[in-house]
C-alpha cells in the first residue's frame, strides 16, 4: 500500500472525481432502497405480520395465477384446513379495499376480517367494532376510541387505534369476520357467501400441506410467494428492483472503467517497478487496495448521506424505510461489485512487461 | 560478486526468421569495477543490459550474477534476485510522479520487506552521496533533470544492489551535468564495490571506465583491459 496511498494523495483530484461518482451512486442506490422497502411495507405489512407462516388461496382454476384479489375461500375450506393431520391452525382473514367516511372525511381502506380469539390484528374486534390503523385513523380525522366510523356503507365504533399495518398501499382496518362478510365487495349482491372469506392463514408441517390442500381444495404457500399474489406489489417491487440491480451494474462498470484508464495511465510505472523487482502479487495488492480504500470511503459517504436525508424524510408523506437492512446491505453490495469492477481491471498488471521501462521507448 | 555473462546468445522473432541480438557473448565484470558498453544503435547493448537485469532469458547459455546462476529461476525469484542484488540506473529517470526523492528509495526497501527505520536511514544517506540531501522532500516535478538522474542512481543502490546496470544515463542531460552523473557513477561503483555495466554511445563517457566492450551486430569485441 505504499505507493497507493501516495498515489491517492498526489492524484486528489483524479481520485476525489470518482469518489464523487461513487457517493453519488451509493446514494442513489440507498435512497432507492430505503424507498422500495418503504414502497413494500405500505403494500405487504399487513400480511408480513401474520402469525402464520403459510397462506392458503382458493386453488384457481385452470393456468391461474394465485391472487388475493381472486380469491374466495369458503367456510368448509378453512375448517377442512384446520381438521388436517399435520396442521396447527388455519384461521379465515378476509380482505378487501372499500371506502370509508367519519363525518366528512373519507378515505380508501383495506378491511381485514377476523375472527375474535384468532390472535390476528390488534386484540378481539367484536361485531359492530374496528380497530383503526394509525394512517387510516389520520385519514379519517379519528382521535380515539368510541368515535363512529362508516365502512362500506356500514357504522361500526373504534374499539382502539392501534400499528400501522398497510395493504396494497392502503391503511388497514380491522373488522370481525362477520361484519367483513356483509362489507365485502360483491356481498350485498349476493356475489359472495356470506361464510367466505379471502385466505387462510396457516400454521403447519409443509410436508402435510400437500394432502391438507386436495383435500380443502386450496393451494397453500408460503407468507413470502404469497406477495407475488398482492398484483400492485409484483409490479412494483419488480421495477424497482430493476433499478436497483442496474444500478449495481453501472456502478461495477463504472469502477472497472476507472480503474482501466488508471492502471493504463501507470502501467509505465508499473513496468518500472516490476523491472526493480517488485512482485506482481505485491503491485495488485497494492492496487486492489487502493480501489477498496476508494469504495469503502465513497460508499460510506454515499451510504451516511442516504441514511440521513431517509432520517430527515422518514415519518412524512414520503414512504422510506431507514433500516440496516436497507441502508447498510445496499453498500456492502456495491462495495463487493465495485471490488470484482476493479479486480477486473487491475488484472492487467499482471501484463506489464517490466522490458518496457529499459530503453527509451517511455 | 561479480557479473558473468558466458556464451549468452539472444534472439528475437524477426517475421518468419529470427533476429540475432547477442551472438555467444561471454562478459565477466569484476565487482569494485565499471565496464563501458558502446556501439551503435541496433548493436545489441540494450538487450545485453536486458540479459544481465534477468528481464530476457536468452536462448543459450549462462547467466551469473552476485555469484548466482539465473537459469532455471522462476518469475518470482528473478524479481527477488532483482530487487536484492541489481541496481537498474534508467536511461529516462523513470520515478514514480507520486513519490517524493526519499520515497523514490524507501519504496525499494518495502518491496524487499526491509525495515522501514533502516529504509529512512539508508534513503537520506543515499541522498546525501549523491548531493541531494536538501531535495529530499521533493517530487519529480520538482527536481531538474540532472537531480532526477541522480535520485534514479540512488535508487539503484538504495537494496545494496552488487551489480549496477546503467543505461544511458546522460541521454536527456547536458554534457556538464552528464559528466557529474558519470563521475557519481564512477565513485559509487569504486565506493560501493558493485559490478557496473554502463551503456554509453558517447565516447566522452570511457575515460572513468575500467573495461571498455564494444558491441557491433551483437558481437563484442574489447578495449581496454580484458574480457573473460
Known amino acids: ?362 | 560478486m561479480s557479473l558473468e555473462l558466458t556464451d549468452v546468445t539472444l534472439t528475437y522473432p524477426d517475421g518468419d526468421s529470427r533476429l540475432t541480438a547477442l551472438d555467444r557473448v561471454s562478459l565477466y565484470v569484476p565487482e569494485g569495477s565499471l565496464t563501458a558498453v558502446v556501439g551503435p544503435s541496433g548493436s545489441g547493448k540494450s538487450s545485453l543490459l536486458a540479459v544481465a537485469a534477468t528481464l530476457i532469458t536468452p536462448d543459450s547459455g549462462t547467466v551469473r550474477v552476485a555469484g548466482r546462476e539465473t537459469a532455471g529461476l522462476g518469475r518470482g525469484e528473478l524479481s527477488a534476485l532483482r530487487r536484492s542484488r541489481i541496481g537498474i540506473v534508467f536511461q529516462q529517470p523513470n520515478l514514480l510522479p507520486s513519490l517524493t526523492a526519499a520515497e523514490q528509495l524507501q519504496v525499494m526497501a518495502r518491496i524487499d520487506g526491509r525495515p522501514k527505520a533502516a529504509a529512512r536511514e539508508r534513503a537520506r544517506e543515499l541522498l546525501d552521496a549523491v548531493g541531494l540531501a536538501g531535495q529530499a522532500d521533493r517530487r519529480p516535478h520538482q527536481l531538474s533533470g540532472g537531480q532526477r538522474q541522480r535520485v534514479n542512481i540512488a535508487r539503484a543502490l538504495m537494496n545494496d544492489a552488487r551489480v549496477l546496470l546503467v543505461d544511458e544515463p546522460t541521454s536527456a542531460l547536458d554534457r556538464e551535468r552528464g559528466a557529474a552523473v558519470l563521475d557519481l557513477i564512477t565513485e559509487l561503483t569504486h565506493r560501493t564495490a558493485t559490478a557496473t555495466v554502463l551503456v554509453t554511445h558517447d565516447p566522452h563517457h570511457l575515460a572513468g571506465a575500467d573495461q571498455v566492450v564494444r558491441v557491433a551486430d551483437g558481437r563484442l569485441t574489447t578495449q581496454g583491459t580484458p574480457v573473460g
Open chain 1, 1 to 362: 500500500m505504499y505507493v497507493a496511498w501516495r498515489d491517492l494523495r498526489f492524484a486528489k483530484g483524479r481520485f476525489a472525481l470518482m469518489g464523487a461518482v461513487i457517493v453519488l451512486i451509493t446514494l442513489l442506490v440507498g435512497l432507492l432502497s430505503g424507498l422500495t422497502a418503504g414502497l413494500g411495507q405500505q403494500n405487504i405489512s399487513a400480511v408480513t405480520r401474520l402469525p402464520a407462516d403459510r397462506i392458503a388461496f382458493a386453488a384457481p382454476a385452470g393456468d391461474e395465477e394465485l391472487s388475493y384479489a381472486s380469491s374466495v375461500v369458503r367456510e368448509e375450506q378453512w375448517q377442512r384446513l384446520g381438521r388436517a393431520d399435520g396442521v396447527r391452525s388455519a384461521e379465515p382473514v378476509g380482505i378487501a379495499s372499500v371506502r370509508a367516511a367519519a363525518g366528512d372525511r373519507h378515505a380508501s381502506v383495506a378491511a381485514f376480517g377476523v375472527r375474535p380469539g384468532s390472535g390476528i390484528g390488534p386484540g378481539d374486534v367484536r361485531e359492530g367494532e374496528i380497530a383503526l390503523t394509525e394512517p387510516a385513523a389520520e385519514e379519517l380525522g379519528v382521535d380515539g376510541e368510541g368515535e363512529e366510523v362508516a365502512v362500506a356503507g356500514r357504522e361500526f365504533t373504534v374499539r382502539v387505534i392501534e400499528g400501522d399495518d398497510a395493504y396494497s398501499h392502503l391503511p388497514v382496518v380491522w373488522t370481525h369476520l362477520a361484519d367483513w362478510q356483509h362489507l365485502a365487495p360483491g356481498a350485498a349482491e349476493g356475489g359472495r357467501s356470506a361464510t367466505t372469506a379471502t385466505v387462510v392463514a396457516v400454521d403447519a408441517d409443509p410436508g402435510a400441506l400437500p394432502a391438507a390442500d386436495r383435500a380443502a381444495g386450496t393451494r397453500t404457500v408460503t407468507t413470502g410467494d404469497s406477495l407475488a399474489a398482492i398484483g400492485s406489489y409484483a409490479s412494483e417491487n419488480g421495477s424497482l428492483q430493476l433499478m436497483r440491480g442496474f444500478l449495481f451494474a453501472i456502478s461495477a462498470l463504472v469502477i472497472g472503467a476507472f480503474f482501466t484508464v488508471w492502471t493504463i495511465q501507470r502501467a509505465g510505472d508499473i513496468a518500472v517497478l516490476k523491472a526493480l523487482g517488485a512482485s506482481t502479487r505485491g503491485l495488485l495488492t497494492d492496487a486492489l487496495g487502493q480501489a477498496l480504500i476508494l469504495l469503502t470511503g465513497g460508499t460510506l459517504l454515499g451510504t451516511a448521506l442516504a441514511a440521513g436525508i431517509g432520517a430527515l424524510v422518514s415519518g412524512s408523506a414520503v414512504p422510506f424505510a431507514l433500516a440496516p437492512g436497507t441502508v447498510l446491505a445496499p453498500a456492502a453490495v456495491l462495495i463487493a461489485l465495485g471490488a470484482l469492477g476493479a479486480a477486473l481491471s487491475v488484472r492487467r498488471i499482471t501484463s506489464v512487461d517490466p522490458l518496457t521501462a529499459l530503453g527509451s521507448a517511455r
